[in-house]
């Protein structure tokens, strides 16, 4: 399987990428979070992408397009990948066309997950991430059994810089502007896969695989 993840930042993405890859035996292959490693380990690449992080904004093209293209081509994706959060405009989608024409491979599924706004902030400033395994927890819709501890790995589990109020309402703005318009863009390649992520988790995740389960 060659998924695709999309939807607004707080959509859900990477909660539900966990279930995704482990029933289909797949990397998980976040921009935001090889971005996030990237800057914790002090790289050129890190500490370019944590300014326009810190403010909402995109990361250059030819940065995250060279990031993603290094990492397909890596052994593990050869039976498939799910990417999380790439592409996010319309020059990334096509730029990602390229790649996977030129690897004789192509794309199964676009999973769009469809959240309101008005719940995204509660959730973006809400969120927790585990400093370990990058799992995402929420301090009231998804505690973890000891606070400030990852259920998955025992991390440490810290508050995004950019999971502010502010912040948050400037990236939905970007999604809306910048990355929205590729629904309509997978639509038209027929392989969009609509969800509804106004519900809870475990519901998300069942209509996940059920609609994989079609295109298996
Ligand atoms: P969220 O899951 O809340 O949408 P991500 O972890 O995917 O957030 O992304 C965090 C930040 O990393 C983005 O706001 C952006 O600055 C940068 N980023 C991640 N993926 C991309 C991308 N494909 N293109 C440009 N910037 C990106
Ligand atoms: P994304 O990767 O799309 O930015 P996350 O998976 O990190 O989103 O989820 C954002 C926040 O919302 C996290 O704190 C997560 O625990 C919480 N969350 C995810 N899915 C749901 C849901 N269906 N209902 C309520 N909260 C959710
Ligand atoms: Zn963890």
């Known amino acids: 399987m060659r998924l695709i993840l999309l939807g607004p930042p707080g959509a ?9 890859v482990q029933k289909y035996n797949i990397p998980h292959i976040s921009t935001g979070d090889i971005f996030r490693a990237a800057l914790r380990e002090g790289t050129e690449m890190g ?12 990361v ?18 050869v039976k498939g990948f799910l990417l999380d959060g790439f592409p996010r405009n319309a020059n990334q989608a096509e730029a990602l066309d390229k790649v996977v024409e030129h690897m004789s491979i192509k794309i199964d599924g676009v999973i769009n997950i469809d959240v309101p706004d008005e719940e995204l902030v ?42 502010t109020v502010e912040t948050a309402k400037e990236r ?28 809870d988790m475990k519901a998300v995740l069942a209509e996940i695989i059920e609609a994989l389960g079609k295109i298996e």
């Not at 500490?47 to 995109?58: E, I, N, P, V, W």
């Not at 390649?189 to 519900?199: E, S």
Request: glycine share 12%; with cysteine; net charge positive.
């Open 12 to 20: 859900g993405k990477g909660t539900q990428a966990e279930g995704i």
């Open 47 to 58: 500490l370019k992408a944590k300014g326009y992080m810190d403010s909402g904004q995109l």
């Open 60 to 77: 250059p093209d030819e940065i995250v397009v060279g990031v993603v293209t290094e990492r397909l081509r890596k052994s593990d994706c």
């Open 122 to 163: 509660d959730r973006l400033t809400g969120r927790r991430m585990c400093k370990g395994c990058g799992a995402s927890f929420h301090v009231k819709f998804k505690a973890p059994k000891v606070r400030n501890v990852c259920d998955s790995c025992g991390g440490e589990l810290y508050q995004r810089d950019d999971d």
């Open 172 to 199: 939905l703005e970007i999604y809306h502007s910048q990355t929205a318009p590729l629904i309509e863009y997978y639509t038209k390649k027929g392989v969009i896969l609509n969800i509804n992520g106004n519900q």
